[in-house]
């Protein structure tokens, strides 16, 4: 470790250890200043300043900022019908949904009675669409099946599928709409009801239950006509 | 450098390359992050120990390196802030629905493990157990909270494989309450720790690898 005194004679103008070891020291502690900075920066990105420590949180604090758009998708009603979204004009509530699925998605499709009830009383300019995310199984036969069910009037309640399963991953995908097998045939996903504003922006995520006030937004936005 | 040193290079090296391959095959990358108990308890690791293996002692004798990491403060900082990053639900939903935060992830961990690698020298005891409980501390209640929670942390991930998830995070917090008693232990025995004379002040030592 340590050189011959003949060595370090040779070199008289190094600087003393102790000289070299607190400068050492104080650059140490500087590189370790900066990567405590970088990660609070990195992690207030992340949490969207420290307020959203999920994706379904930050996805939601976008929404309501604005930063998320509806993307254009192309598909087909439980008549076979192909028709795009979201279409200029009313404003939508949207919910994901398969089929097969014998909980969640059925306790959504009863809220959705309940909102169409509502919005048909109101004549509010709003439109209810459930799209699926399993298109294997989700044919037109089995969303009329689903539409019948929870009694969807064709006038305010759509019930669709992804004209492809490519189609709708890439919509998903643009939406922070997760699915993961539950590993019985079944899905588990974040989807939520999905305010969209007439310019095709998402202007609000809602949990399932807490439909009224998804419903309460869509009249407010119906109401301020362009 | 003798021969069981190159050897040694050699082998820490081959193992790195091995890693990397494993890792960056996108059937073991798939499974790995298909449960978020692989993708933290598995690959998470096993990306700072690519790292660690590629890293070995190319750099811990070099003098400017030790200036900048002295006593290897900087590591076990970075090491720290990474570890504290990466327990963050939305961190690792977005490690796999965006590319430049699955980057980040792999850089950081195996920055990490690189830049360990070349403080273990130069670590002082006391410094190492104090980071490395700090760790064990953080994955116990990472791990506990993962174990708590009812709801879905992560989009990508169900609540079964979440509660898994916490499971691993506490036994990984004992191995590393483990490593951090056994850091103090030539302390606690009363003998010279073989950090502190690493990281006395000296004249730079002879470049290695």
Not at chain 1, 69 to 93: H, I, K
Not at chain 2, 48 to 76: E, F, K, P, V
Not at chain 2, 113 to 138: D, E, K
């Amino acid at each position: 470790m340590s050189q011959p005194p003949s060595q370090l004679s040779s070199q008289p103008s190094r600087p003393c250890p102790e000289n070299r070891s607190t400068a050492g020291t104080g650059l140490t502690l500087a590189a370790c200043a900066v990567v405590l900075a970088v990660t609070f920066a990195v992690l207030a990105r992340l949490t969207a300043g420290f307020e959203c420590w999920t994706f379904e949180t930050r996805r939601r604090h976008d929404a309501a900022a604005g930063r998320l758009a509806w993307p254009a998708m192309a598909l087909q009603d439980a008549t076979g019908q192909t028709l795009s979204l979201p279409p200029l004009g009313p404003v939508l509530l949207v919910d994901f949904i398969y089929t097969n699925c014998a909980s969640v998605c059925q306790s959504a499709g009863a809220a959705f009675y309940q909102a169409q009830q509502q919005v048909q009383r109101t004549g509010a300019d709003i439109r209810l669409m459930s799209l699926s995310i399993d298109p294997a199984r989700d044919t037109p036969p089995a969303l009329a099946a689903y539409a019948r069910l929870h009694r969807a009037d064709p006038r305010t309640w759509t019930v669709a599928v992804p004209a492809s399963p490519d189609e709708g991953r890439r919509a998903r995908q643009a939406l922070g709409v997760i699915a993961v097998d539950d590993g019985s045939g079944g899905f588990v996903h974040n989807g939520a009801l999905h305010v969209v504003a007439r310019d095709g922006r998402v202007a609000g995520i809602f949990d399932t239950a807490d439909w009224p006030q998804a419903l309460a937004l869509a009249e407010r936005l119906a109401e301020a006509r362009p | 450098m003798t021969l069981p040193a190159r050897s040694l290079r050699l082998a820490r090296l081959a193992l790195a390359g091995a890693l990397a391959l494993l890792l960056a095959a996108p059937a073991v990358r798939h499974w790995l992050e298909s449960r978020m108990s692989l993708h933290m308890a598995v690959e998470l690791p096993l990306l700072a120990l690519c790292g660690w293996a590629a890293a070995g002692s190319a750099w811990q004798g070099r003098s400017r390196a030790a200036r900048l990491d002295a006593q290897g403060l900087l590591a076990a900082t970075v090491a720290s802030c990474v570890l504290a990053l990466w327990m963050v639900p939305v961190a690792l939903d977005l490690a796999l629905l965006s590319p430049g935060i699955a980057a980040l992830k792999l850089a950081s961990w195996a920055g990490a493990g690189a830049l360990l690698a070349a403080a273990r020298r130069r670590i002082t005891p006391v410094l190492q157990a104090f980071f490395v409980a700090n760790a064990a501390w953080m994955s116990a209640t990472a791990g506990l909270l993962y174990l708590d929670a009812e709801q879905q942390l992560c989009v990508n991930y169900l609540v079964d494989d979440q509660q898994a998830t916490g499971w691993a995070l506490l036994a990984w917090s004992l191995l590393l309450g483990a490593w951090a008693l056994a850091a103090l232990r030539p302390l606690l025995a009363g003998t010279p720790p073989a950090g502190a004379a690493a990281s006395e002040p000296g004249p730079p030592t002879r470049e290695s690898g």
